[in-house]
């Protein structure tokens, strides 16, 4: 799920919106929004999701979980919406002032699979989750 600028927020999906209005907050007031009360179906399934956002065509922030950390998605956009706007150590935290133009992406992952060789994979369809001993990376 993408999001445009400006008029186009109107339009956005709805966990677009959430990753929008919780950056807000915290960015603007250092408030953490609390998931929604009756969360959509999509929102209340437990996966990992990644929140990405750029500027100007530029990454600005990138974070997410493969597999669910939280209670479920919406829970999951909070957190890594805050932390992509925050936390991301590549980038300076956001300001108050980046948030107009701001393109927010939201991608809730699948149930990852094993494929049985590297012949089966499609990276322009599938995005591939690396493992080396302990550490994991999509």
């Given at each position: 799920?993408?999001?445009g600028?400006?008029?186009?927020?109107?339009?956005?999906?709805?966990?677009v919106?959430?990753?929008?209005?919780?950056?807000?907050?915290?960015?603007?007031?250092?408030?953490v929004?609390?998931?929604?009360e009756?969360?959509?179906?999509?929102?209340?399934?437990?996966?990992?999701?990644?929140?990405?956002?750029?500027?100007?065509?530029?990454?600005?922030?990138?974070?997410?979980?493969?597999?669910?950390?939280?209670?479920?998605?919406?829970?999951?956009?909070?957190?890594?919406?805050?932390?992509?706007?925050?936390?991301?150590?590549?980038?300076?935290?956001?300001?108050?002032?980046?948030?107009?133009?701001?393109?927010?992406?939201?991608?809730?992952?699948?149930?990852?699979?094993?494929v049985?060789?590297?012949?089966?994979?499609?990276?322009?369809?599938?995005?591939?989750?690396?493992?080396?001993?302990?550490?994991?990376?999509?």
């Open positions: 799920m993408d999001a600028k400006g008029d186009d927020v109107k339009d956005e999906h709805p966990l919106q959430l990753a929008r209005e919780t950056i807000a907050a915290y960015v603007c007031e250092r408030r929004l609390p998931p929604p009756d969360p959509s179906e999509e929102m209340g399934e437990r996966r990992g999701v990644f929140v990405s956002l750029h500027r100007e065509g530029e990454l600005r922030g990138c974070i997410g979980t493969i597999e669910p950390v939280r209670g479920n998605v919406a829970e999951e956009i909070i957190a890594n919406a805050i932390s992509a706007a925050t936390r991301d150590p590549r980038f300076a935290p956001l300001t108050e002032g980046e948030l107009e133009n701001l393109e927010i992406s939201v991608d809730v992952l699948t149930e990852p699979e094993e049985p060789s590297a012949d089966h994979l499609d990276p322009k369809e599938y995005g591939v989750i690396v493992e080396c001993d302990r550490r994991r990376g999509l």
